[in-house]
């Protein structure tokens, strides 16, 4: 995840305290996640001319509220953030603030657009919406919380899921428009409107996962 435009003292501190901490997680929220939104942070925050390193420490905290309940865990995870002092380092009070916002505002099901484009950035970086994955990160999701479902009850929790937050009148929402997500989001939609089909690829990561 090294980019030349991280600086590299901040980039020790993140990986040495922050990241390992993603290792008690689900495999959906996994340090292999938090390294693909990074990657993704960074990216996003050249193409737009955002900051890399706030880009990068947004990226870095958004799930640490995880250690604490689901529902509130981007609440928590912008405290924790905001109660780094190392951060101080370097970043200034104002700054500080602008990234507490920005991970409060990177879950899927806020009620309201990111506050600022850290916000609109790590939002966007956190949607994995390549289908396939898509479907496998909450097959694992449902089997690590809901080891005593059997398949058919994991099936309807997925799809339960799919529509509520990933179909037409679904609550996700992507703030950047025109991005390779919105693409693929609307990928992900024509499986959701295709019942037998997306059981067909259920049945297909399921039984991998659970062989």
Same mark, same amino acid.
């Given at each position: 995840?090294?980019?030349?435009?991280?600086?590299?003292?901040?980039?020790?501190?993140?990986?040495?305290?922050?990241?390992?901490?993603?290792?008690?997680?689900?495999?959906?929220?996994?340090?292999?996640?938090?390294?693909?939104?990074?990657?993704?942070?960074?990216?996003?925050?050249?193409?737009?001319?955002?900051?890399?390193?706030?880009?990068?420490?947004?990226?870095?905290?958004?799930?640490?509220?995880?250690?604490?309940?689901?529902?509130?865990?981007?609440?928590?995870?912008?405290?924790?953030?905001? /109660?780094?002092?190392?951060?101080?380092?370097?970043?200034?009070?104002?700054?500080?603030?602008?990234?507490?916002?920005?991970?409060?505002?990177?879950?899927?099901?806020?009620?309201?657009?990111?506050?600022?484009?850290?916000?609109?950035?790590?939002?966007? /970086?956190?949607?994995?919406?390549?289908?396939?994955?898509?479907?496998?990160?909450?097959?694992?999701?449902?089997?690590?919380?809901?080891?005593?479902?059997?398949?058919?009850?994991?099936?309807?929790?997925?799809?339960?899921?799919?529509?509520?937050?990933?179909?037409?009148?679904?609550?996700?929402?992507?703030?950047?428009?025109?991005?390779?997500?919105?693409?693929?989001?609307?990928?992900?939609?024509?499986?959701?409107?295709?019942?037998?089909?997306?059981?067909?690829?259920?049945?297909?990561?399921? /039984?991998?996962?659970?062989?």
């Amino acid at each position: 995840m090294i980019d030349r435009n991280v600086s590299l003292d901040l980039m020790e501190f993140v990986e040495r305290n922050i990241l390992p901490r993603y290792n008690s997680f689900d495999k959906a929220h996994n340090l292999s996640h938090v390294t693909v939104v990074i990657r993704r942070s960074i990216e996003l925050a050249r193409t737009f001319g955002a900051d890399v390193n706030m880009a990068y420490t947004v990226a870095a905290y958004h799930d640490l509220g995880l250690e604490g309940p689901r529902a509130i865990h981007h609440i928590t995870s912008g405290k924790i953030l905001m /109660a780094d002092g190392r951060l101080t380092r370097w970043f200034s009070p104002s700054q500080m603030q602008v990234m507490r916002d920005a991970v409060e505002d990177h879950r899927a099901s806020a009620s309201h657009a990111p506050r600022s484009i850290y916000g609109r950035i790590v939002a966007e /970086a956190d949607r994995e919406m390549d289908p396939e994955t898509v479907v496998r990160r909450t097959i694992l999701f449902g089997l690590s919380h809901y080891p005593e479902m059997d398949k058919e009850a994991h099936w309807q929790r997925f799809m339960e899921h799919m529509e509520a937050k990933y179909s037409t009148h679904g609550y996700i929402r992507l703030w950047l428009p025109g991005s390779d997500n919105e693409r693929k989001l609307n990928e992900l939609r024509s499986w959701i409107a295709d019942p037998p089909r997306m059981r067909l690829i259920f049945d297909r990561i399921f /039984a991998e996962e659970t062989s």
